[in-house]
């Protein structure tokens, strides 16, 4: 069984995010899609929501699998018998660190092998990040997340507004 870890933060998972998971399946028979606990980082959603949604968005893919960890990738994928780490790539600009991260987990764990997924050219535009901006300035972000994350991040920017 060829298990394929797919790390991230998913502060929310996108269309992008989800394409790269089914394609992914082409090549491998089980991804686990690993959400970063990072202290460092201050999310907008929290790893139980992160894990929530993507678990929503994927129920219709078999042999997808959503956990959480916290720590260096390599060891979870140890603990995961995962011996390949899958990252999607878009633009140029994703290469240099992306470059980095793969050959620094290599140096971690010589065993893993880094994959990466051109993605869909309809998402070549997309980030989590550009999503939560013009969602937070109420511009439509349909098309671009499944429904479900629409609807938290309207609730999110809502609960923001209130406070
Ligand atoms: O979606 P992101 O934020 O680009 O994902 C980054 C992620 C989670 C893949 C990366 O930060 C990561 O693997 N963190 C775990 C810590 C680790 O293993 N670091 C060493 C590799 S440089």
Redesign the pocket.
């Known amino acids: 069984m060829r298990i394929a870890i797919y790390?991230?933060?998913?502060?929310p998972i996108t269309n992008g995010h989800i394409d790269v998971i089914e394609r992914s399946l082409k090549l491998f028979d089980r991804i686990i899609v690993?959400v970063?606990k990072?202290p460092n980082?201050k999310p907008l959603f929290s790893v139980e929501e992160r894990v929530e949604m993507i678990k929503e968005a994927t129920k219709h893919i078999n042999n997808v699998e959503v956990e959480s960890?916290s720590?260096?990738?390599?060891?979870f994928a140890k603990i995961k018998n995962a011996k390949i780490i899958i990252?999607g790539l878009r633009a140029v600009s994703d290469f240099e660190?992306e470059f980095?991260?793969a050959l620094?987990?290599k140096k971690?764990d010589k065993d893993i092998e880094t994959v990466f997924i051109m993605t869909n050219t309809r998402y070549s535009f997309l980030s989590?990040s550009v999503v939560k901006e013009v969602a937070s300035f109420g511009g439509c972000v349909k098309d671009l997340v499944p429904p479900h994350v629409e609807k938290k991040l309207k609730e999110k920017f809502l609960e923001s507004i209130k406070r």
């Open positions: 790390p991230g933060s998913f502060d690993a970063l990072n980082k960890f720590g260096l990738l390599v060891d990252k660190y980095q991260m620094m987990n971690l989590s």
